[in-house]
């Protein structure tokens, strides 16, 4: 593909898709989007909300969209971005290894507020939604690791461009209406790594669902812009990401399978950065397995392959929030005896004698280990090797931890966590499966 037909390609690949067709596609859309529900609920009483939801109060404007797990509504601009900040104020929504970063928490707060307004077919909510996650995998794959190396967070940019193409589906827009759209979100693609362990970081997430949003409307709108914001050197692709690859692989097969469905979408099991899990699941296994305490443990080495541990900026974490991004953290807890749930990962500090534990661990990198065909990510593992009282050594090694792709989530299990996240409303989380599994999505709005 010539690569000054990028964005035209891209948005004549998203109005010609019929994800409906795809039983297998639906399938998992429906299942992420009860975990996204979950997730959202789980979040919901996060203090970074309550500011938000003041700012939005002040702005003022027509309340028609839904706040998650709120009695209030907002508009639908400030639903976008409060939902999304819901959504991933935890960190317990899902990922996606092809964008590195996590989708829904993007696509589906922008849809909510599309469908609040009155202004989608709501049978079409899932299929939106499906090829959204198609189109930020794709962008993703097609940016390359660099992206994410030199310190952009993926969630935000983008995510924009995605939400804008999932609401564009939704609401028919034509062809030239949609390049558009791309471009205007692609112009407010931004997010950077640095505010990890931040409230920043779960706001990107409702910034890109704002951007995408109001990107479509600016397209309806007739507002001027270039049609072809990916293409060229000074575009999307040229500036972010990588021309050459993008020409090869954003458009490739498109929906064959669809990426929601392969690799598919990481439903979390702990409320933490993702490339912690694997440390999670291994750390948990020998506690299980000999009974290790933190006072019998001399030292822990954690062992990836290069640049594996990228995301876990926090070494020496002074909150729960940025211990989110940190090994050491949720090591130390789980020697402590401490369950690795929300409660231990907000904005309080974190108590004394859990940061003296990370003194006495280690990350350390290994590019000679080989990685396993079902890894999750792709080239990825994580090995734990605690050295105990006495010399003795135990180790694990995890290459697909539990909610990954290959070792992922039943429907119950997700169902289960929406229960536990919906605590003593347990008619409210029944009627909510229910409706995450009918085509059209107006009882759903009405119960969040």
């Given amino acids: 593909m010539n690569t000054e037909n990028l964005t035209a390609g891209l948005a004549q690949a998203v109005m010609s898709s019929v994800p409906e067709t795809s039983a297998e596609a639906m399938k998992e859309a429906r299942k992420g989007l009860l975990d996204f529900t979950a997730a959202a609920f789980a979040g919901r009483r996060d203090k970074g909300i309550e500011k938000l939801i003041k700012l939005a109060e002040e702005e003022g404007g027509a309340p028609i969209a839904p706040l998650i797990g709120r009695k209030q509504k907002t508009t639908p601009s400030q639903s976008a971005l409060i ?32 469908a609040s307004s009155g202004r989608i077919d709501k049978s079409r909510f899932l299929g939106a939604y499906v090829t959204g996650i198609e189109v930020m995998a794709r962008l993703g794959e097609s940016s390359g690791r660099s992206h994410y190396e030199k310190g952009w967070h993926n969630t935000g940019t983008l995510g924009a461009i995605a939400a804008a193409c999932a609401v564009g589906f939704a609401e028919n827009l034509n062809h030239h209406q949609l390049q558009k759209a791309i471009g205007f ?39 001027g812009g270039s049609a072809h914001a990916l293409d060229g050197e000074k575009g999307f692709f040229g500036l972010y990401g990588d021309l050459e690859r ?30 912690a899990h694997h440390a999670a699941d291994a750390i948990l296994k020998l506690k299980a397995e000999h009974g290790l305490t933190f006072s019998q443990t001399e030292r822990v080495d954690v062992i990836y392959p290069p640049g594996g541990d990228a995301a876990l900026t926090e070494r020496r974490p002074k909150t729960g929030e940025a211990g989110r991004f940190s090994v050491e953290y949720v090591i130390s807890l789980a020697l402590h005896g401490k369950d690795l749930s929300a409660e231990h990962f907000t904005s309080e500090p974190i108590p004394e004698f859990l940061q003296k534990g990370f003194a006495r661990i280690h990350r350390g990198y290994d590019d000679q280990i080989q990685p396993a065909d079902n890894a999750v990510p792709k ?31 039943s429907e119950k299990d997700i169902e289960d966590k929406l229960r536990l996240a919906l605590p003593g409303e347990e008619k409210r989380a029944a009627e909510l499966i229910k409706a995450a599994g009918q085509p059209n999505i107006e009882r759903y709005l009405q119960l969040i």
């Fill in 379 to 409: 080239g990825r593992f994580t090995i734990v090797r605690v050295t105990a009282a006495g010399n003795h050594v135990y180790e694990a090694r995890i290459d697909c931890p539990k909610g990954a792709p290959g070792n992922g989530l």
């Fill in 246 to 275: 993008a020409e090869t692989l954003l458009l490739n097969g498109w929906g064959k399978p669809w990426r929601i469905t392969s690799p598919g979408l990481w439903f979390k099991v702990y409320p933490f950065c993702s490339a």
């Fill in 83 to 114: 939902n999304g900040f819901i959504a991933h104020a935890l960190d317990f929504d899902d990922v996606h290894s092809d964008v590195r970063g996590h989708p829904s928490a993007v696509i589906l707060p922008a849809l909510i507020a599309a």
């Fill in 185 to 223: 979100a692609a112009a407010r693609s931004g997010g950077m790594r640095v505010q990890f362990g931040t409230e920043m970081k779960p706001l990107h997430a409702g910034l890109a669902a704002q951007a995408g949003l109001f990107a479509v409307k600016l397209a309806q709108a007739g507002f």
